[in-house]
Structures are given as structure tokens and as C-alpha cells.
T-cell receptor
Framework: QQQVKQSPQSLIVQKGGISIINCAYE??????FPWYQQFPGKGPALLIA?????SEKKEGRFTISFNKSAKQFSLHIMDSQPGDSATYFC?????????????FGQGTTLQVKP | NAGVMQNPRHLVRRRGQEARLRCSPM?????VYWYRQLPEEGLKFMVY????????ESGMPKERFSAEFPKEGPSILRIQQVVRGDSAAYFC???????????FGSGTRLTVV
């Protein structure tokens, strides 16, 4: 119930391509879904986040697509660049009225080849 | 604004010793979260604290681990009698409140030898 399942575990994309990472959850009480980017030796940094009242959110080259009925959400990175090579984590939170703790997926290591 | 400061960045302890990890939240942030990241895994929630209070410690191991966030000074995660399985990266995050996004620190990488 508290798990967030993320796939794929690793991803290789050519420069300029689209990177797609998927996550699925079970707990319908989750109401905040952020994506974090982590470079080696660094802490995770918030990339983009969505709440379940919208189906899509776009910020620059990064888009979250959210399917409430399927309990799935995904991150799309358009025009992928070598500088995007990092580990990406999806997460979910019970949000408002709760402690705000995040449940993280297992992570996806993205490599963008020049 | 220096961000969330964690120290030390790297910590090596022998089995049985104590590890003390420190976290100074961002200015104006009074909420602190600790997470643990094992190699090749995602982050696992450990504890959520506000000044002088532990709000949620549902992710803390029952023994040897403790956390505090005193009125003055940094938040401390303390691990007593460390074992090899405690080797991990420990991340602290701070926020203005439960409904605000987190800012993570760069972590403390604990190695138990």
C-alpha cells in the first residue's frame, strides 16, 4: 500500500531523444507526486511535482503525465541532453494533514549519449 | 542562503562505535526530515522533526537510532554501536512546513568498517 514502483531501473537515450520514466502506486490517499534528480555525490533536487487534480504539468523540457484511474505517473524529458544524465526518483506523499514524508521509488539511472 | 548543510560529508566508524550526523536546515525552515539511502536503492524515510519535537519516527529502527532537533543548533541523527549494515548515505531535508517542498542536503556517507 505504501510502495511506489519505478521503472525502468536504467535507461540509455541518445542526445535529442525523449526519456520516459514510469511510476505506479497503490495508495489512493497519496496527493502529491514529485520527481527528484540526483547527481553522484549530491542530494536529490526537486525537479517538478504534480497533484492529482491535473493530468499533466510541464516545466521547460520536463513534463509529468498523471493517470489517476490507473494510479500511474510518468516523467518525460524532451530533447534529452548529456547534462541530464543522473538518477531520477519519483515519490509520493500523503501531503496535507499528514507529516509530509515522501515514499520514494527505487530510482532510474539515465544516461544520455552525445 | 547556504542551503541545507550536512556534516560531516564522509564518516568512517568501526563496528561498535557511535556515529553522529548533523544537519542545519535552511534559514527560516523549522521542519527537518532524515532519509537513508542504501546503495542502488531509493531513499527511505526515517524521522520527521520540528524544533524540540519528534513528529513522526515511523521509519526509525527501534534500537540504536535516535534523532533530535534542539531549540538551538542543528538536528542530530545518532547511531549507537554501529554495524556494517548501517553503511549508507544519510540525507537531511528541510522545509517551511508539511505542505511545502523539501530541500535536501548533500548527505553524509557513513562507512562502517
Amino acid at each position: 500500500q505504501q510502495q511506489v514502483k519505478q521503472s525502468p531501473q536504467s535507461l540509455i537515450v541518445q542526445k535529442g531523444g525523449i526519456s520516459i520514466i514510469n511510476c505506479a502506486y497503490e495508495n489512493t490517499a497519496f496527493d502529491y507526486f514529485p520527481w527528484y534528480q540526483q547527481f553522484p555525490g549530491k542530494g536529490p533536487a526537486l525537479l517538478i511535482a504534480i497533484r492529482p487534480d491535473v493530468s499533466e504539468k510541464k516545466e521547460g523540457r520536463f513534463t509529468i503525465s498523471f493517470n489517476k484511474s490507473a494510479k500511474q505517473f510518468s516523467l518525460h524529458i524532451m530533447d534529452s541532453q548529456p547534462g541530464d544524465s543522473a538518477t531520477y526518483f519519483c515519490a509520493a506523499s500523503l501531503g496535507s494533514g499528514n507529516t509530509g514524508k515522501l515514499i520514494f521509488g527505487q530510482g532510474t539511472t539515465l544516461q544520455v549519449k552525445p | 542562503n547556504a542551503g541545507v548543510m550536512q556534516n560531516p560529508r564522509h564518516l568512517v566508524r568501526r563496528r561498535g562505535q557511535e556515529a553522529r550526523l548533523r544537519c542545519s536546515p535552511m534559514k527560516g525552515h523549522s521542519h527537518v526530515y532524515w532519509y537513508r539511502q542504501l546503495p542502488e536503492e531509493g531513499l527511505k524515510f526515517m524521522v520527521y522533526l520540528q524544533k524540540e519535537n519528534i513528529i513522526d519516527e515511523s521509519g526509525m529502527p527501534k534500537e540504536r537510532f535516535s534523532a533530535e532537533f534542539p531549540k538551538e543548533g542543528p538536528s542530530i541523527l545518532r547511531i549507537q554501536q554501529v554495524v556494517r549494515g548501517d553503511s549508507a548515505a544519510y540525507f537531511c531535508a528541510s522545509s517551511q512546513g508539511q505542505n511545502y517542498g523539501y530541500t535536501f542536503g548533500s548527505g553524509t556517507r557513513l562507512t562502517v568498517v
